[in-house]
């Protein structure tokens, strides 16, 4: 068995898990696979992936696990994958290793514009939220709501950063409690809105928490009790590709402010 570790932009994808008639991230890891020979039918044997990644959210860290050829090294991968899409490291595991049910903790971040809200609020929320807590109010999943969860956040400039870490998460928690924290930062709900939200009451329709928009949201990290090797052949492929990235993106915000400043 080997594990990988995936890096992937999510915004051209409906997602991680695999879908009828849209692209996902494991659509093009399988196909990947099958165009190298690496596989012998659709999905990989004993095939396991981390978790599922919403449609737009990007990875670091998304591992996969599988009966893979010893020959199938991180960049003989990424030889048949899309640039959006890099494998940057690997590790042999045991038989018995499941990449969903083996992880130890998952973290992510959130990258969240906003320049007018107040720290100070945002930081109590975001202390608020950790520990042990029932957040039935922030999924849609009615059973595994309880959910012991680490926080931070940092401001860089007009961003927030939240780092969000737990064992695992349900639906959509993670965009729901940059919502929440989005509200009360923004002014748009009070303080005490976290407690509620966090009680035994049910809150739904306009009580209901917003879920954040997906694209800011980086699964970071899933930890296990395992010393992955960085391939440094993809991991100098997957630099170039997001460094490429980085500037394009950069270059696409300056024209458009440009516009702005002229239009003022």
Do not use: C, K
């Not at 997602?15 to 399988?30: A, I, K, S």
């Not at 971040?109 to 320049?115: E, G, Q, R, V, W």
């Not at 329709?205 to 992955?228: I, K, N």
């Not at 500037?247 to 702005?260: D, F, P, Q, Y």
């Amino acid at each position: 068995m080997r594990a990988y570790r995936v890096a992937y932009d999510g915004r051209p994808y409906y997602g991680f898990q695999r879908q009828p008639d849209v692209p996902t991230v494991e659509d093009v890891l399988f196909d990947a696979l099958g165009r190298l020979g690496a596989v012998d039918g659709d999905e990989p044997p004993a095939y396991a992936a981390a978790g599922r990644t919403d449609a737009g959210v990007s990875a670091l860290a998304q591992t996969v696990a599988f009966d893979a050829p010893e020959w199938l090294t991180p960049a003989a991968f990424n030889s048949e994958l899309p640039a959006d899409v890099r494998v940057w490291a690997s590790a042999t595991v045991p038989d018995s290793f499941h990449a969903t049910h083996d992880a130890l903790a998952r973290e992510y971040l959130y990258h969240l514009y906003a320049p007018d809200a107040d720290d100070e609020l945002v930081s109590d929320a975001v202390a608020a939220l950790a520990g042990e807590h029932d957040f039935h109010n922030l999924t849609p999943d009615e059973r595994g709501t309880v959910r012991t969860l680490e926080t931070s956040v940092e401001r860089d400039g007009d961003f927030l950063v939240l780092r969000l870490r737990a064992g695992g998460f349900a639906r959509h928690m993670v965009r729901r409690v940059v919502g929440l924290v989005d509200e009360v930062g923004s002014d748009a709900a009070a303080p005490e809105r976290v407690q509620r939200v966090l009680s035994n009451e049910s809150l739904s329709g306009p009580a209901g928490v917003p879920t954040a928009p997906a694209p800011p949201l980086v699964l970071w990290d899933v930890v296990y009790d395992v010393d992955f090797a960085v391939d440094a052949e993809a991991a100098a492929s997957a630099r170039s590709v997001f460094s490429e990235r980085r500037v394009e993106h950069a270059t696409n915000a300056r024209v458009a402010g440009s516009i702005l400043d002229g239009l003022d």
